[in-house]
């Protein structure tokens, strides 16, 4: 089975101050990956996800980056971080349940942006 | 227009009671999947359940069942003898076979609160 680390687990940044998040996987390869944000107490919104080394595409239009550089390594950026940036920021890949697919997450960061 | 839906921001069961959370979708894939996601508040997202549009069977995982009613786009997950620990946010999520990324699509959540 399939481990996905994030981290940091925890982060308090001021605004306009920049950002990396990084995301690894163990177990397979070549994975989906997804970057997922989300605010207190709501859903889950994706804002990017990739089906290969190099291969980007975004969801949502912000001021977040996204890239990929190895195949197990998924990396969320922004070089100004706006307040609104704050929130639980979730990394998941696509893999197998059994005969089926799922995607399994990662234990999540949570960005404070002051 | 909304592809998952959660009408019930937050529920109420007693221990050992069973209880139902529901969830309708929208799509015109006539391939996809249907998943429910439980996140406590450790915030980590833990797969529970999943079914396939051509299964025949309701889906089954141990406490956890998932009624699935394809006529009516609805797939309300069951939870059996409700325990302490149930008490958790819930995601229902779809994911159409027929997009490039295989991504899911998550509803709005319900929070279930088990009363002891």
């Known amino acids: 089975s399939q481990t996905i680390h994030q981290w940091p687990a925890t982060l308090v940044q001021p605004v306009g101050s920049p950002l990396s998040l990084e995301c690894t996987v163990e177990?397979?390869?070549?994975?989906?990956l997804y970057w997922y944000r989300q605010a207190a107490g709501r859903g889950l919104q994706l804002l990017f996800y990739?089906?290969?080394?190099?291969?980007i595409s975004s969801e949502v239009p912000q001021n977040l980056s996204a890239s990929r550089p190895q195949d197990r390594q998924f990396i969320l950026s922004s070089k100004k971080l706006l307040l609104s940036d704050s929130g639980f920021y979730l990394c998941?890949?696509?893999?197998?349940?059994?005969?089926?697919?799922?995607?399994?997450f990662g234990p999540g960061t949570r960005l404070l942006v002051l | 227009a909304q592809k998952i839906t959660q009408t019930q921001p937050g529920m109420f069961v007693q221990e050992k009671e069973a209880v139902t959370l529901d969830c309708t979708y929208d799509?015109?894939?006539?391939?996809?999947?249907l998943f429910w996601y439980k996140q406590p508040s450790s915030g980590e997202m833990i797969f529970l359940i999943y079914?396939?549009?051509?299964?025949?069977q309701n889906a089954t995982e141990g406490r956890y069942s998932l009624n699935f009613q394809k006529a009516r786009k609805s797939a309300n997950l069951v939870i059996s003898a409700s325990q302490l620990g149930d008490s958790a946010m819930y995601f229902c999520?779809?994911?159409?076979?027929?997009?490039?990324?295989?991504?899911?699509?998550f509803g709005g959540g319900t929070r279930l609160m088990v009363k002891p």
């Open positions: 998941a890949s696509l893999g197998a349940a059994g005969a089926l697919e799922t995607q399994y």
């Open positions: 177990g397979t390869s070549n994975p989906n």
């Open positions: 990739s089906v290969g080394i190099g291969q």
């Open positions: 799509t015109s894939d006539p391939s996809y999947g």
């Open positions: 079914q396939g549009s051509y299964d025949q």
């Open positions: 999520a779809m994911r159409e076979y027929n997009n490039a990324g295989n991504m899911l699509t």
